[in-house]
């Protein structure tokens, strides 16, 4: 019993992770998805949507603002709507001049952005760490054992499962069953042909940067809150492995990134707590490559079809 409870509350705190991989992933898919291109800078908008937060929560405390839900609402829709903003910049400058060139152009733009806003950051708020003390305190006992270990469920996590699949149901919503979601599927399938039928092109690919750099600022937000260290090299990393949860869920496929970023993130709790904690980022690539080998598309990716 003492392996399965131990086994218990790595998996907890693995999906925890993984929600977070899952949240970052789905802007990666949703802008391949309506482009055909990958955002490398979609991790550093998660990093910018991480410091976002710290300096938003240290400023409404030190003008002495007390209640906690209206801090953290404040901090989150702030978090948001900066980031967003930064998300609709990078597809002007780096991704929409380059629409029409070959697919070489807007991977070295991409990457290039990356680089520029890790530079930016270090530059404005220094290569050290920036901390922030714990928020949202509390956790749920699920058992207890004789020698003193705990099985647990934080409130935090909680609210990371929770927000995560509110955000999942409501982007699925989004896609499905509203005018924007029809536009972007038209643009996925064919920009050309999406113009000729009235649809917007320019502004739903921009609305698509702007959700997914949304959605990284709240996984940001989340990773703020329950690690407390942020830094501006910590986007890369993320980045990666979420475009790796992408691309293991089948690139294009919403419920897939969510899949593939809770894979991830258990693999990663379970390796580096059985295994060894120094090569589990070797794990996850070794796990993709094992998926493709099986599934070239993914777990719920789609066969392309090429237009002729």
Partial sequence: MAGVDYFLQQLINGLTLGAVYGLIAIGYTMVYGIIGMINFAHGEIYMIGAFITV???VVLTAIGVTSLPFVLAIVLLTTAVITGLYGWSIERIAYKPLRKAGRMAPLISAIGMSVFLQNYVQLLQGARVKTLAPVLQGTIELSHRADGFVVSVSYLQITIFVLTLVLMSAVTALVHATPFGRAQRACEQDQTMA???GIRVNRAISLTFVLGAVLAAIAGFMVTLYYGV???YMGFLAGMKAFTAAVLGGIG????AMLGGLIIGVVESLWATYVNAQYKDVAVFVLLMLVL???PNGL???PSVEKV
């Fill in 195 to 197: 113009a000729l039928c």
């Fill in 300 to 302: 719920l990716g789609r």
């Fill in 293 to 295: 080998l099986v599934r």
């Fill in 230 to 232: 942020v830094d501006f």
């Fill in 55 to 57: 300096i938003s929560y």
């Fill in 253 to 256: 496929s919403l419920p897939g």
